[in-house]
Nanobody, 126 residues
Framework: DVQLQASGGGLVQPGGSLRLSCAAS????????VGWFRQPPGKDREFVAA????????HLADSMKGRSTISRDNAGNAVYLHLNGLKLEDTGVYYC???????????????????WGQGTLVTVSK
């Protein structure tokens, strides 16, 4: 079965950091572009970051630039999202997703992603 398991969320104060992980199984992970999306409470799902199949290209949402990085370990079938300088508005459920064969990391459309994980909750609170 295809699985994407997101983890690493939690409660953090403003300015804090988290590392989210996305563990993949059941498909040839290295062939897929991987993205992170989030859904703030009461809002639509929005793009956070994406990384190409081999990790050579990445794209971050404007709101995340300068305080977040995305990386992947194809040998370990995992993608990581490092969140730094967290703000109250970063609160939400974070999802990882995978798409193939489109290797375009610049697209922020959730509809292009075929596989989705179950999400991990990030809460930024004082």
């Amino acid at each position: 079965d295809v699985q994407l398991q997101a983890s690493g969320g939690g409660l953090v104060q403003p300015g804090g950091s988290l590392r989210l992980s996305c563990a993949a199984s059941g498909f040839t992970f290295s062939r897929y572009t991987v993205g992170w999306f989030r859904q703030p409470p009461g809002k639509d799902r929005e793009f956070v970051a994406a990384i190409s199949r081999k990790g050579g290209a990445t794209h971050l949402a404007d709101s995340m630039k300068g305080r977040s990085t995305i990386s992947r370990d194809n040998a370990g079938n995992a993608v990581y999202l490092h969140l730094n300088g967290l703000k109250l508005e970063d609160t939400g459920v974070y999802y990882c997703a995978a798409k193939y064969p489109n290797n375009d990391v610049s697209s922020a459309l959730p509809s292009g992603y075929a596989f989705w994980g179950q999400g991990t909750l990030v809460t930024v609170s004082k």
